[in-house]
T-cell receptor, first 113, second 112 residues
Framework: SQTIHQWPATLVQPVGSPLSLECTVE??????LYWYRQAAGRGLQLLFY??????ISSEVPQNLSASRPQDRQFILSSKKLLLSDSGFYLC????????????FGPGTRLLVL | RKEVEQDPGPFNVPEGATVAFNCTYS??????FFWYRQDCRKEPKLLMS???SGNEDGRFTAQLNRASQYISLLIRDSKLSDSATYLC?????????????FGKGTKLSVKP
């Protein structure tokens, strides 16, 4: 069966510090991968998606970036965090563009102080 | 107009009650529809897909009205464990590779 992992589970970082969040999927190959952010009191916002290694599409301009160095690994990064980057970061996967259901990882809760 | 709109609630209901959530979407070309459930501080999990003919899964019934661009979720005989936020989700093909558009969610609290 497929599983999706995210780490760390929680993170407290000062403004201006770098960020690296990791997501890995097991039990499937060539998944579509997604990064979402859920800010307090707001809906899920799609940040990035990837259909393959090295292929990243950005949905929202921001100071974040994403990379996919391996088939089942998706990384979210920032060089300098802003207060507004605080939120719940969720990684999700699905097996293809038209396989409709997305499955979410447990998320990383980020607080920028 | 927001792509997916839901009443944020909270809906506070007693155990055993029937509760209905509504959702509207703005893109008439939307193809697929879902309800996800999100427990406090947890990730969203798929509750059920929503089909044009309507579909039922135990105590949960989902309906879709394409003409009105309206989706509903009915929960019968509410349980304490149904307390969560329910997210209405729409998928549009094309553009962003068929990505999901989430509503902000409707919070349900079932009381003893």
């Amino acid at each position: 069966s497929q599983t999706i992992h995210q780490w760390p589970a929680t993170l407290v970082q000062p403004v201006g510090s770098p960020l690296s969040l990791e997501c890995t999927v097991e039990g499937t190959s060539n998944p579509n991968l997604y990064w979402y952010r859920q800010a307090a009191g707001r809906g899920l916002q799609l940040l990035f998606y990837s259909v393959g290694i090295g292929q990243i599409s950005s949905e929202v301009p921001q100071n974040l970036s994403a990379s996919r160095p391996q088939d089942r690994q998706f990384i979210l990064s920032s060089k300098k965090l802003l207060l507004s980057d605080s939120g719940f970061y969720l990684c999700a996967w699905r097996t293809g563009v038209y396989q409709e259901t997305q499955y979410f990882g447990p998320g990383t809760r980020l607080l920028v102080l | 107009r927001k792509e997916v709109e839901q009443d944020p609630g909270p809906f506070n209901v007693p155990e055993g009650a029937t509760v209905a959530f509504n959702c509207t979407y703005s893109n008439s070309a939307s193809q697929s529809f879902f309800w996800y459930r999100q427990d406090c501080r947890k990730e969203p999990k798929l509750l059920m897909s929503v089909y044009s003919s309507g579909n039922e899964d135990g105590r949960f019934t989902a309906q879709l009205n394409r003409a009105s661009q309206y989706i509903s979720l009915l929960i019968r005989d509410s349980k304490l464990s149904d307390s969560a936020t329910y997210l209405c989700v729409v998928m549009n093909y094309g553009g962003s590779q068929g990505n999901l558009i989430f509503g902000k969610g409707t919070k349900l609290s079932v009381k003893p």
